[in-house]
């Protein structure tokens, strides 16, 4: 059993990883104002960015899901990993060596599961770049000479060669201390009769890279004819590796995407190779498997979603390629951006262009694209007889909804007048009928469609995960269960904004937030967040361990990722929270604390008048006194009152 990583080194983790460095990997962050990033969200499907990164704070939220922590919790959630994994592979890309409590360091029995398979992926990796130079390599090595890949762009890619033999890489890998059931469970081996054997034999080898470029799979092209497997052999579903959350070259296309707002998808690894050597460098390709809908999230996050950014595929001309070009139109729905197509002259792919006519003449593909929705109308329309009645019947019944579809609405009514040309329409009647059926079916999808942030979100939310495995606080005011509360309706926008304040920059408000009581904050979820900041010290003695502590001390999931929230939520100030802005604040809550206070001993004051004058009516009353002058006072000299 692996021993706890000890706390020293788990801090010391979280300071040497920058929290946006790390979620830049995994989509494109922008600037959200006051210091903080936004970015479309990778835990659930939105179009428009509520996910929110504050760098200074080392925290996330997404104001759509209300997923939210730090780096560590980040990395747990977006790869599936348990908490020492995180540590384990953060750690290892800031080079910090981890201790245990158990004591010492024993690599390969301490490393979780997925950290050992990445290693053995990395190791494989190299293991084929090495075996590509080899006298038996030669054939691979023609392969890729024959299709214009010279050694520069075969180490440029890390391709490599799996030698014919049965166990080769099995023997290696033993020799680095991995188990059988490690290989097996990797997918780099399968069962043999006598043990493993190597899934891979005798073929040139792609790695295939996530987003973070971690190799977590691998593609495998036959080169001898005695070899009866497929054309191309790649990892089977294993712990690391889905082929459809999977992009062949999205570790080295990502920047470009990101900083063009293009993506340019292609067919195979040799056409991703081609693209990228002949300058464009956002392509990517699927991995045995057509385009779908968690392709699709990987390039939103990269995207951001914007109006002006575009997908372009290219397909052969040819039956099949027309077919996957109307498959990929199924999930143009699914982006904000543009959808294009670009088809390939003469039936070739991106790397027969390329070889035949020169890098060029790939770029000019891409830039011979057409929207996709007009490739998708045409190739609808052609498959009906518009010779006749019932065929420009059926032809406009099926195109009606590609029409609908068009995000443009300007391009929509120009479309759908052109649909009726192409099935031969001359009926101004029928025309005009036409042109209202894509208007109302466009009506419809709109009303039922978008999934922008949500508005006016309450602090009971979806809970994020607790996954520190830090011990939580039980003492202060629990919510109450029943009906949701809305945290940011007008009654409580002060408290909630002092609470960010306390969190976001607790030395404008201290020390006079810490005489603050649980008792001023009327939001129950504010009173507990109120008393976890009190338990981590309160807001004078906040330091870099500030809010990880405040977080500690929430009572539960959802309270932790309502202090998440707070800390990362923009204060609602267009200038620079300064003392005045905060003595605002702390003025606003605790003269509405007094006014509360008055009220109710207004009320004790009339129950008592039905009696005798009492030594509890005078305290009364003087209480009363008290109150209204230090209410006044608040309202004449503000945070100087205090």
């Keep these: 059993m692996a021993g706890r990583i000890i706390d020293d080194d788990v801090k010391a983790v979280r300071d040497a990883v920058p929290i946006d460095a790390v979620v830049s990997e995994y989509l494109q962050l922008r600037n959200a104002g006051g210091g903080n990033l936004k970015g479309i969200c990778p835990f659930h499907d939105e179009k428009s960015p509520s996910f929110h990164v504050s760098p200074s704070k080392g925290l996330y939220h997404c104001f759509g ?134 899934r891979f034999r005798g073929r040139l080898m792609w790695p295939i890279r996530d987003i973070t470029g971690e190799v977590v799979g691998f593609g495998a092209r036959k080169l001898r004819e005695d070899d009866n497997g497929p054309k191309y052999l790649n990892t089977p579903e294993t712990p690391l590796y889905r082929k459809s959350h999977v992009l062949y070259g999205i570790d080295l296309a990502k920047k470009d995407i990101a900083k ?193 942030p949500a508005q006016g979100r309450t602090g009971r939310g979806a809970p994020g995960p607790r996954q520190s495995g830090a011990p939580a606080a039980g003492s202060g005011p629990q919510p109450p269960r029943g009906p949701a509360l809305n945290l940011r309706s007008p009654a409580h926008r002060v408290e909630r904004e002092l609470l960010k304040l306390a969190l976001q920059r607790p030395d404008l408000v201290s020390p006079a937030f810490d005489a603050y009581g649980a008792d001023e904050f009327t939001a129950p979820p504010y009173a507990v967040v109120r008393t976890a900041i009190e338990t981590a010290g309160g807001a004078a003695a906040a330091d870099g361990e500030y809010l990880a502590r405040v977080r500690d001390a929430a009572p539960d999931d959802t309270l932790r990722s309502l202090v998440t929230e707070l800390a990362v939520e923009p204060l609602h100030t267009r200038r620079d929270p300064d003392d005045l802005y905060a003595g605002m604040q702390l003025v606003a809550v605790r003269l509405a604390a007094v006014n509360r206070r008055v009220t109710d001993i207004h009320a004790q004051l009339r129950r008592l008048e039905s009696g005798p004058e009492t030594s509890a009516m005078v305290a009364v009353q003087n209480e009363l006194k008290v109150l209204q002058d230090y209410g006044r006072s608040l309202k004449d000299r503000g945070a100087a009152a205090l």
Excluded at 376 to 393: C, H, M, W
Aim: proline share 2%.
């Design 65 to 198: 899901c209300q997923e939210g922590g730090d780096t560590l919790d980040f990395v747990m959630k977006v790869d599936h990993l348990s908490f020492s994994e995180a540590v384990e592979r953060l750690a290892a890309q800031a080079g910090i060596t981890l201790r245990y409590e158990e004591g010492g360091y024993t690599p390969g029995r301490q490393q979780g599961e997925r950290i050992r398979l990445i290693e053995a992926h990395k190791i494989a990796a190299q293991f084929y770049i090495d075996q590509l130079g080899s006298p038996e390599a030669e054939i691979g090595r023609k392969f890729l000479a024959g299709r214009g890949f010279d050694q520069a762009a075969a180490q440029h890619f890390s391709v490599g060669y799996s030698p014919a033999g049965w166990d080769h890489l099995v023997r290696f890998l033993r020799g680095r201390g991995f188990t059988d059931k490690e290989m097996i469970l990797s997918g780099l081996a399968q069962d043999g009769r006598r043990g493993p054997i190597d």
């Design 260 to 452: 063009t707002s293009r993506a340019v998808v292609v067919e195979g690894y040799t056409d991703v190779m081609a693209c990228h050597l002949a300058g464009v460098t956002g392509a990517i390709a699927t991995c045995g498997t057509s385009f779908g809908g968690d392709h699709v999230k990987i390039l939103r996050r990269l995207l951001m979603d914007n109006a002006s950014a575009e997908v372009v595929f290219t397909f052969d001309g040819d039956a099949a390629g027309q077919k996957a070009a109307l498959r990929a139109f199924e999930d143009d729905q699914k982006f904000a951006a543009e959808t294009s197509i670009a088809i390939t002259p003469g039936g070739m792919d991106p790397c027969e262009l390329r070889l035949a006519e020169g890098d060029d003449a790939v770029k000019a593909l891409v830039e011979s694209r057409t929207p996709l929705f007009a490739f998708a109308l045409r190739s609808i329309v052609q498959r009906y007889n518009l010779d006749t009645e019932e065929g420009r019947i059926a032809a406009v019944d099926a195109a009606v909804p590609v029409v609908a579809a068009i995000k443009n609405t300007g391009l929509r009514d120009r479309y759908a007048i052109r649909l009726v040309g192409m099935v031969g329409i001359t009926s101004q009647a029928e025309e005009q009928s036409i042109i209202r059926r894509v208007r109302a079916l466009s009506r419809s999808r709109d009303s039922h469609g978008g999934d922008g």
